[in-house]
């Protein structure tokens, strides 16, 4: 089955600077990357996605990138805020596998102000 | 209430009571889930329904069983639980789509077993 890494597992940045998260997959049949955001307490909730017909996608401050060759895509967070300060969990859905999302390991970000 | 509805919130309980997890959805999806959220570990899928029959069971001891009476219901019963069955469980649901289709989550339940 598909094998999602996420790195780093924990992340300080100074508020205003950018954060970057990156994720390795295995399964060359997955085609879409949602990222969740989950602030503390909090359920997790979709913040972007980005489908294997797209190199990289923008909302406002967050991006994210992918490289299907390399096999792993990236979310950026520009001009951090302390509202950005949560565990962001990136996942990986193959095309065979119907609606199986596999999640990565998380990320905590602090956003120090 | 609108989105994906989890009771209770919280949950103690000893290795020898039989409680269950309670799931609601209101947003007319078609596919529901159970997810374990344990520290420092990837967010695992449990179980998986779509139109009410169940379609994934990743490997989840008998312990667990699950019920999804309707496409907007979904249970969790939960028998004679061990100590590393302590996490947080998500429900979830979706429009099913193949390879696609956005996880709404709800606030999940936080389950300590004594």
């Known amino acids: 089955g598909e094998n999602v890494e996420q790195h780093p597992s924990t992340l300080s940045v100074q508020e205003g600077d950018s954060a970057v998260i990156k994720c390795t997959y295995s399964d060359s049949a997955s085609n879409y990357f949602p990222w969740y955001k989950q602030e503390l307490g909090k359920r997790p909730q979709l913040i972007i996605d980005?489908?294997?017909?797209?190199g990289e996608k923008k909302d406002q401050r967050i991006a994210v990138t992918l490289n299907k060759t390399a096999k792993h895509f990236s979310l950026h967070i520009t001009e951090t805020q302390p509202e950005d300060s949560a565990v962001y969990f990136c996942?990986?859905?193959?095309?065979?596998?119907?609606?199986?999302?596999?999640f990565g390991t998380g990320t905590s970000l602090t956003v120090i102000p | 209430e609108t989105g994906v509805t989890q009771t209770p919130r919280h949950l103690v309980m000893g290795m020898t009571n039989k409680k269950s997890l309670k799931c609601e959805q209101h947003?007319?999806?078609?596919?529901m889930y159970w997810y374990k959220q344990s520290a420092k570990k990837p967010l695992e899928l449990m179980f998986v329904y779509n139109f009410k029959e169940q379609t994934e069971n990743n490997s989840v001891p008998s312990r667990f069983s699950p019920e999804c009476p309707n496409s907007s219901h979904l249970f969790l019963h939960l028998h004679t639980l061990q100590p590393e069955d302590s996490a947080l469980y998500l429900c979830?649901?979706?429009?099913?789509?193949?390879?696609?289709?956005?996880?709404?989550f709800g606030e999940g339940s936080r389950l300590t077993v004594l």
């Open positions: 996942a990986a859905i193959p095309t065979n596998t119907g609606n199986q999302f596999y």
């Open positions: 980005i489908r294997s017909n797209v």
């Open positions: 947003l007319g999806h078609n596919a």
């Open positions: 979830a649901s979706s429009q099913r789509e193949i390879g696609t289709g956005e996880l709404f």
